[in-house]
């Protein structure tokens, strides 16, 4: 049984992630979890208009995208509670460039992707931008054997429901191999 | 320090879902990873051409986002591994139907949107469906007081890199709170 709810976006938990943007020159951070992936080499943030960072996107035509590890749930909460106008949120990290050269990452973030702006959506109040991949970088520490070891990335997820926080727990099955055990179910 | 490796997508874990749509008049169920939140009321599925349930989405401009617990892994994994043309997998749940009618919803997972069909993005070789949420539908069991407990809807997580489901760990902090803890630093 079920019952009906408002129309309540329940797509959590969602990975928590800094985009990273040049505003004038100066790297600038951002946190979101409006996030998705649009296919294999494809994915997309979304912020409301007129963030610091959305505007650094759109003068550069470049954005990062960085997967903290829970150890800084601290910082990448001050980043979204407080606006690059007001601080200079770059002071929180080390940040370092890649191929494109306009899109900052944060050093002490496991996994960093910088993207190639290739669409924007429009939406009254925000903006959805797709980025295309342009290079990876990782910490070898979360990649023993040259695999992202999830685990090891330890990465913060969100879930509005509660506002809250939470860690990634064990891995439980394959998949392409955990559906075999039901496939009599539909013979 | 950073390894540059090839553009990798590393946004990960993502929530799976069961994405649902009427086929000719029949319910289908595809497994979609390719997930992503594109504001408060607005979620996007992506999946490859030529999978039936995105056919389906064409056909009635409608489909469903439900969430399955962990223990649904195995039905879940099936039904990313055989096509709707060659067998019914909504023999594997029960169907119900909400407000629209035509998209139809798993009864067996604890949190189920129905949405509207309002965009959708054409790449090569697959597509990204963006929906409207017209409403929610949640199980009791997962929402006491009314609101959604993430540790009782216990979801599925995935990650591409180890081909793998992951649990829901403990929740950390909450947000537009840890943040203050370091404010100083920005001062």
Redesign the interface.
């Known amino acids: 049984?079920?019952?009906?709810?408002?129309?309540?976006?329940?797509?959590?938990?969602?990975?928590v992630?800094l985009v990273g943007a040049l505003v004038k020159g100066q790297p600038n951070y951002f946190t979101a979890?409006?996030?998705?992936?649009?296919?294999?080499?494809?994915?997309?943030v979304?912020m409301s208009k007129g963030h610091q960072t959305g505007l650094g996107i759109h003068e550069n035509k470049t954005f990062s995208?960085n997967?903290p590890s829970?150890d800084l749930?601290?910082?990448?909460?001050?980043?979204?509670?407080?606006s690059g106008r007001h601080?200079?949120?770059a002071?929180?990290f080390e940040t370092?460039y890649?191929d494109l050269k306009t899109a900052p990452m944060v050093?002490q973030c496991p996994?960093?992707?910088e993207c190639r702006l290739v669409?924007t959506?429009d939406?009254p109040r925000?903006e959805?931008f797709i980025g295309?991949?342009?290079?990876?970088?990782?910490?070898?520490k979360v990649?023993p054997n040259g695999?992202?070891?999830?685990a090891r990335v330890n990465?913060?997820?969100?879930?509005m429901?509660?506002?809250?926080?939470?860690?990634?727990?064990?891995?439980?099955?394959?998949?392409?191999?955990?559906?075999?055990?039901?496939?009599h179910?539909?013979a």
């Not at 295309?132 to 990782?138: D, K, L, M, Q, V």
């Open positions: 049984m079920k019952i009906k709810l408002k129309a309540k976006n329940c797509l959590y938990p969602m990975p992630v979890t409006h996030v998705g992936i649009l296919g294999f080499n494809t994915l997309a979304s995208v997967l829970v749930v601290c910082e990448v909460d001050l980043c979204g509670m407080v601080a200079d949120k002071r929180l370092f890649g050093q996994l960093c992707m669409q959506l939406y925000h959805v295309e991949i342009a290079a990876t970088h990782g910490d070898p990649m695999v992202v070891d999830y990465p913060l997820l969100f879930v429901e509660d506002k809250g926080y939470w860690q990634l727990g064990p891995r439980l099955a394959t998949a392409w191999a955990a559906g075999k055990v039901v496939k179910k539909l």
